[in-house]
């Protein structure tokens, strides 16, 4: 991901939704349409937990936490319509997606996907 900083919500998004475009795309190719659309609004609502509820400032702040068990809290309790298994495959799917094809990688957030 870019290294500028965002002063706002607006930017942060500005920064984050084309790459889930770039993912919609991805898993339109690769799953079947019910499949990539869940999947890309889970990561829809991924972004906005990251830009308005942790009022993310640059995309290398995105902590293991915020990736895995903050945001499948905040979702299960707002949302509720995926267990935290299915948050945590959709999620390590994107940061790999990110990673293997975008050339973006969140070293702690990938290792932490990791069978230890």
Known sequence: MEKEI???????????????????GYLARNFSPRTARKQTTIIGLFIEFLCFDC?????????????????????????????????????????????QEMGIRNEKVLCSFKRK
């Open 55 to 99: 009022a993310l400032k640059n995309s290398d702040e995105i902590t293991v936490g915020m990736a895995n068990s903050y945001f499948r809290r905040w979702y299960v309790s707002k949302i509720g319509d995926a267990t935290e298994s299915e948050l945590k495959t959709v999620i390590k799917k994107f940061f790999v997606f990110l990673d």
């Open 6 to 24: 965002f002063t706002n919500d607006s930017e942060c998004r500005k920064c984050l939704e084309p790459l889930q475009r770039e993912f919609e």
